[in-house]
């Protein structure tokens, strides 16, 4: 095994892609998402300390956690958005990837792709 890899928004779409390519060369993942199966890791990004909670649960669930997949996103079409979109757009968009990325640091550092959508603008 190469090490475990967080993948969030992991769980349809891209973010499973992703998931299942890094599975078949090796890695192990974990694919966080708002409506995961595993209830530690269906977080909701957009609260204040979802991704806190999230990566916690993946260190709790694998010490060698050594890459981070910042994948999860929201659209401003998507239906669960509130009337204040912009703040759960920026809070999933661009504040959670900081927050993953700045705790993987903190814990030994490792690897991070951000995967951005022009609406993080």
Same mark, same amino acid.
């Given at each position: 095994?190469?090490?475990?890899?967080?993948?969030?928004?992991?769980?349809?779409?891209?973010?499973? !892609?992703?998931?299942?390519?890094?599975?078949?060369?090796?890695?192990?993942?974990?694919?966080?998402?708002?409506?995961?199966?595993?209830? #530690?890791? #269906?977080?909701?990004? #957009?609260?204040?300390?979802?991704?806190?909670?999230?990566?916690? #649960?993946?260190?709790? !669930?694998?010490?060698?956690?050594?890459?981070?997949?910042?994948?999860?996103?929201?659209?401003?079409?998507?239906?669960?958005?509130?009337?204040?979109?912009?703040?759960?757009?920026?809070?999933?968009?661009?504040?959670?990837?900081?927050?993953?990325?700045?705790?993987?640091?903190?814990?030994?550092?490792?690897?991070?792709?951000?995967?951005?959508?022009?609406?993080?603008?």
């Amino acid at each position: 095994m190469k090490g475990t890899v967080l993948v969030t928004g992991g769980a349809r779409r891209l973010g499973k !892609a992703i998931a299942d390519a890094l599975r078949a060369c090796g890695w192990d993942v974990i694919a966080a998402s708002r409506t995961s199966p595993d209830p #530690a890791f #269906a977080v909701d990004l #957009a609260e204040p300390d979802g991704p806190a909670r999230l990566f916690a #649960a993946a260190r709790a !669930a694998a010490s060698d956690l050594c890459v981070v997949v910042n994948n999860a996103a929201v659209f401003s079409h998507d239906a669960e958005l509130p009337p204040d979109k912009e703040s759960r757009l920026r809070a999933v968009n661009v504040d959670a990837p900081r927050a993953l990325t700045e705790l993987l640091a903190a814990h030994g550092g490792g690897a991070v792709v951000n995967i951005v959508d022009c609406r993080a603008l």
